[in-house]
């Protein structure tokens, strides 16, 4: 039973007008009481604390703000929607919380948001709402947050593979008079490196699986990436230690660098999976309406086409983010590792400041438990109705509580609950085949960097190219935003879901071919043949032919890891959301894990087979993917408690004991 904080801090709905003397009332028209509930427990308490004094702030009272969206608060609550009120809490009670419930003293105003017509969703032109200014905000943190861990991670393979620099200064940067030597600090081996870099994106994947259900179910998505932040900030002043020059010089490298690497994995775990879905949280208005452009054309705002734009404006913040690793690689073969470290680490300082700026203006949602529980008892009703098959054409109907009501059979969850469920699922199936496509981004561990230090680079970094990928997308996600989607819309060309993900996979597969195609020719070229890694000469080859490899990788994500966020935000249950992301990060995990098993493939003479053997697999898992899950694409985007309640069992029936 939750239990309120004492009336000097709670409102109640009867005293709003007394409301606009607080200090928060210009946040939201209505305030609500603060509960803590018993379950709460002393740390979480805690960590609010720290939090609130981590952005700079002293707050006794939170009130969640309306994202500048338009959906008002209402000031005064209708006597029908009083009886429904009052209907509703003598009525039985399912465990499903739809978002409309949670949120409702807002009313939409069909008046300023008028629903469409049937004909309406056929034949108007679809366009995006505007994004709130906390969903920008929110964007800027996920850059500062990422231009931290691929800056770092950028210069891990050399510093992991390669030993100081003969002539350098011993600072791992190289002698300037042999530009086409790399930078280089514990000569820990081609294997080694790939394997720790692998282990290094497997955990930062893994973890999101915790810290998205610390985060449903204990301190909220917001404190979840406070957390994150507190620990990376600590995982980086660690790292700029442990490369200082003269530890490097007395190899004594190894062990900050492993507890600073351990470090900052955990903290973009407990960060990544609760920052897409706090972005999307920021747009409220989350149903389609029509209204009339300024040239007079009347147009249907479309929740997908809005959280698809906002979904690509985030991926091109997180690599501009990612793009700062240049400059990174730049600064680790001309000056030194402690300095790489450092300047990523600068930015990542930024994050609380970020964060502060837009404390007030950012929709934070508490922690209502997960629907974990009830997710995994529907789950397995359904196999047990079906004995097991999971491929039975009735599975999830087996279990929806409208059949169950004509066998007399009551259960707690909804209609809406199932098809959850059904729809949960069908996108984790999806995210299963995101691994192997990985695998063909960039090449499995550290193949794209070791073969860019057998080629000539002129002076340029040789992990210069596998960091050209963010920007591509810097520039291919706002002219696919603002000139390509939108031209298909006008010419009412459907480009669904999984067609953008069919494509994504078809551009990685050529990525990988190109990748073992350069990597012959470098072979067919070096002076010491198929042992090339090894050499102390290089391919004649330019560094620069890794670009088509690099660019189509960096392509195929637009298609496939945006639309991937957009499946694991609508198709999840209202308090599953961050969990269901942490699902989706985890298949780069699997990837790190089959990429694990594929080291001993990644040395001389075979790494060819390192490019070629995943572009096969990907080439004949893309066409399995497109005829088992075309017909997602005509799915609907998002589900609410209303499209279910003409299939609601009547509540006076009394039938067996709870299911």
């Known amino acids: 039973m939750a239990q309120p904080i004492p009336s000097k801090l709670a409102i109640t709905p009867g005293d709003e007008g007394d409301a606009t003397t607080s200090a928060f009332t210009h946040l939201s028209t209505l305030a609500e009481p603060i509960f803590i509930t018993n379950q709460s427990s002393i740390l979480s308490i805690m960590a609010d604390k720290l939090a609130e004094n981590v952005v700079g702030l002293t707050v006794q009272k939170v009130v969640e703000p309306d994202a500048d969206q338009g959906v008002q608060a209402a000031k005064t609550q209708p006597a029908k929607d009083t009886e429904k009120t009052q209907a509703s809490v003598d009525a039985p009670q399912l465990e499903s919380q739809a978002e409309s419930l949670e949120e409702g003293s807002n009313v939409v105003d069909h008046e300023e948001y008028p629903p469409p017509t049937e004909e309406e969703r056929k034949t108007l032109r679809k366009v995006f709402d505007t994004i709130p200014l906390a969903a920008w905000s929110l964007c800027f943190v996920e850059l500062a947050e990422r231009a931290s861990y691929y ?220 629907d974990l529980t009830r997710f995994t008892k529907i789950t397995m009703s359904a196999l047990k109705a079906s004995k097991g098959n999971i491929f039975a054409k009735n599975l999830w109907t087996n279990v929806r509580p409208s059949v169950l009501a004509e066998q007399d059979v009551r259960v707690s969850y909804s209609e809406k609950d199932v098809d959850d469920a059904r729809r949960t699922w069908e996108a984790v199936q999806i995210f299963l085949y995101i691994p192997v496509w990985i695998l063909n981004d960039g090449g499995v561990g550290a193949v794209q960097s070791n073969q860019g230090a057998a080629m000539t680079t002129n002076g340029a970094p040789n992990d210069l190219l596998n960091n050209f990928n963010p920007l591509v997308i810097i520039i291919f996600s706002p002219f696919m935003a603002q000139i390509v989607y939108p031209y298909l819309e006008k010419k009412k060309i459907k480009f669904g879901r999984i067609n953008r993900m069919t494509l994504g996979f078809i551009l990685a597969t050529i990525s990988g071919v190109i990748g073992a195609i350069v990597q012959y020719r470098i072979y067919e070229t070096s002076p010491c043949g198929y042992y090339a890694s090894t050499c102390d000469d290089v391919s004649p080859i330019s560094i620069w032919w890794q ?111 709870e299911k």
């Open 151 to 370: 800056g770092v991670k950028s210069v891990f393979n050399n510093y992991l593979q390669f030993p100081l620099p003969e002539g350098g200064p011993g600072t791992g940067a190289i002698d300037p008079s042999k530009p086409n030597s790399h930078a280089g600090a514990l000569n820990m081996g081609i294997q080694a490196a790939s394997g720790l870099v692998l282990l290094f994106t497997f955990l930062a994947y893994l973890i999101p699986i915790f810290g998205a259900w610390i985060a449903d179910t204990r301190i909220g998505r917001y404190q979840a990436i406070i957390w994150g932040v507190l620990i990376g900030g600590v995982a980086h002043v660690i790292m700029i230690g442990g490369a200082a020059p003269a530890l490097l010089q007395a190899g004594q490298g190894i062990a900050p660098f492993l507890v600073s690497f351990l470090m900052l994995a955990i903290g973009a775990g407990i960060f990544k999976p609760n920052v897409a879905p706090t972005v999307i949280d920021q747009y409220k208005h989350q149903k389609e309406y029509t209204k009339v452009l300024k040239s007079g054309e009347k147009v249907l705002v479309d929740p997908e086409t809005t959280v698809s734009h906002i979904m690509l404006i985030f991926y091109a913040f997180v690599n501009v983010g990612a793009f700062f690793s240049i400059a990174v690689v730049y600064i680790e073969k001309y000056h030194s590792f402690w300095l790489a470290f450092l300047v990523p680490g600068i930015v990542y300082f930024l994050l609380p400041l970020l964060l502060a700026a837009m404390y007030k203006r950012t929709v934070r949602k508490k922690p209502q438990g997960s």
């Open 547 to 657: 670009i088509p490899n690099v660019a189509l990788g960096a392509m195929s994500e637009i298609f496939v890891n945006v639309t991937a966020y957009e499946l694991a935000y609508a198709r999840a249950p209202e308090h599953m959301r961050a969990t269901v992301v942490a699902l989706f990060l985890f298949m780069t995990a699997l990837s790190s894990a089959l990429g694990e098993i594929l080291i001993p493939a990644i040395v001389d003479p075979t790494l060819v087979w390192a490019w070629a053997a995943p572009a096969i697999a990907l080439f004949v898992q893309t066409i399995i993917f497109w005829v088992r899950h075309r017909n997602v694409n005509d799915d609907a985007f998002m589900t609410f408690e209303e499209d279910f309640q003409q299939l609601t069992p009547d509540d006076k029936s009394v039938g067996k004991s």
